[in-house]
C-alpha cells in the first residue's frame, strides 16, 4: 500500500540531529513492548525503553542502541526524540561489560536502600549496547 | 600639569590593560561562535518536545495531574544560571535582580539553586538559602546535567517541599541582545502552552495512556527546558562579554588617545619653557 510512499525517519537528541532520511521500516522498544513502525501507521505517541533500534533503508540495515526519549509516529514518517541514542562504534564495549556486571550485581545483592528501577534501567542500557554491538 | 613621566606610564599601563580587554574579546567571541550552534542545534529538539507536550495537554483536558497543579508547600526552587566568572557587563547582575527584585516573593520561601559561581556568591552574600552550587555545570553544558538535576527537583517537588520550581537564565536572541528570563517549570504553565502553540493533532494516539503519558514526558519536558536555559545560557554569557570587552577596548583607545594628546602638550612645554630659559640666559649675558 504505501510502496512508493516515502517514510521519513528523523532521530533529534538535544544536541545533533542524529540521523535523517526515508526508510522502509524502524524497529525500536517501547514501554508497551517492541514494535515495528511500516509507513501508513497510525498518528500515534510512544514512550521509548532502551533496546535496539533498527533502521531498514532501502539497501540495507542500520543499527543504533537507542535508550531514553519518545517517538511520535505518523502515516508518512517518524520523529524520535532521543534523549540518549548510540551508534555501534560510539560505544565502548569494555565499559558496556562493565556496567553489566554492576547492575547485575547491584540486583543480585539487593538491599531495601537499592534503587531497583535504577538498577533495572542501567542494565537494559548495558544489554542494547552490547547486543547492538554483536 | 602631570609630568611628562607620569604620563608615559599611565599610557603605558592602560596600553596593557587594553591588550588583556582585546584578547578576551577575542576568546568570547570564539566561544560565542560554539555556544550559538549548540543553542541554535537543541532548538529544534526543543520545539518538537514543546509541540508534543502541547499536543498531549490539550488532549487530555483539565485532568488534576500532579505536575499541573501546585503543590502545597510555599516554598520555592529558583534554578538560577550565571557565569563561573565576571567581567560581563550587567549579564551576571541582570539575572539575579530577577530574584532578588521579585515582587511577591519572600527571602525565606526560596531555595536557590546556583548553576554558576557568581550567583552562588551574590546570593549567599545577600542571606539566601543557596541549596546546590554546580559551577562545573555551565562550562559546558551536557544534557546528562539537566537531566540529573530535573531528577532531584521533581522528586523534592513529588515529596512536597517544593510548591514551585523556577528558572531564571538569560535568553539568548541574537549576539547583540539577549534578555534575562523567569519561567516557572512546575507546575507546568498550561497558558502558555496552550496559547503559543500550535492547533493540536486531533486523531494522535497515545501508548501509554494519556495521564501515564504525561507522567513521563513531562519530566523529559522541564529536562529540555534546562538544557535549553543552559545553552542558551552560554551563549548570551559570552555575547555579553564580547560586548563588555569591546567597549572596554574602546574606551581604552579613548584615554590612550586622550593621553598621547597630554603627552604631547607637556613635551611641547618643556621644550618652549627650555627655550624661554636659554633665550632668557643669554639676554641676561649680553
Known sequence: MADNQNFHLRIITPDRLFYEGDVDMVEFNTTEGEIGVLPGHIPLTVIVKPGILVITEKDGEKDAALHAGFAEILPEGITILAEIVEWPEEIDAHRAEEALHRAQDRLASKTPETDIARAETALMRAMARIEVLK | ?286
Open chain 2, 1 to 286: 600639569m602631570a609630568s611628562m613621566r607620569d604620563i608615559k606610564r599611565r599610557k603605558s599601563s592602560i596600553q596593557g590593560t587594553q591588550q588583556i580587554t582585546k584578547a578576551m574579546k577575542l576568546v568570547s567571541t570564539v566561544k560565542l561562535q560554539r555556544a550559538k550552534a549548540n543553542a541554535e542545534r537543541s532548538k529544534v529538539y526543543f520545539e518538537s518536545m514543546f509541540d508534543t507536550v502541547n499536543s498531549i495537554l490539550s488532549r487530555v483536558g483539565h485532568v488534576e495531574h500532579r505536575y499541573l497543579v501546585p503543590g502545597e508547600s510555599p516554598k520555592k526552587a529558583v534554578i538560577v544560571i550565571t557565569s563561573n566568572r565576571g567581567l560581563a557587563g550587567g549579564y551576571n547582575s541582570n539575572v539575579i535582580k530577577l530574584v532578588t527584585r521579585h515582587e511577591t516573593w519572600q527571602k525565606e520561601d526560596l531555595s536557590i539553586y546556583a548553576l554558576g559561581n557568581k550567583g552562588r556568591e551574590a546570593f549567599a552574600r545577600n542571606g539566601y538559602t543557596v541549596r546546590e552550587t554546580l559551577p562545573e555545570v555551565i562550562e559546558d553544558p551536557a544534557y546528562a546535567d539537566a537531566m540529573l538535576l530535573s531528577k532531584r527537583l521533581l522528586e523534592r517537588f513529588a515529596e512536597g517541599e517544593f510548591g514551585e520550581i523556577y528558572l531564571a537564565y538569560t535568553s539568548f536572541k541574537n549576539t547583540v541582545s539577549h534578555e534575562p528570563k523567569l519561567l516557572r517549570l512546575l507546575p507546568v504553565n498550561r497558558e502558555e502552552l496552550e496559547s503559543s502553540g500550535k492547533e493540536a493533532d486531533a486523531i494522535m494516539n497515545f501508548e501509554p495512556e494519556d495521564i501515564e503519558a504525561l507522567d513521563m514526558i513531562i519530566p523529559k519536558y522541564i529536562t529540555s527546558l534546562i538544557y535549553g536555559a543552559m545553552v542558551e545560557a552560554v551563549a548570551s554569557e559570552n555575547g555579553a562579554r564580547m560586548q563588555a570587552m569591546d567597549s572596554a577596548t574602546s574606551n581604552a583607545e579613548e584615554i590612550i588617545n586622550d593621553l598621547a594628546l597630554k603627552y604631547n602638550r607637556a613635551r611641547q612645554g618643556s621644550i618652549t619653557q627650555e627655550l624661554t630659559e636659554i633665550i632668557a640666559g643669554a639676554e641676561a649675558l649680553g
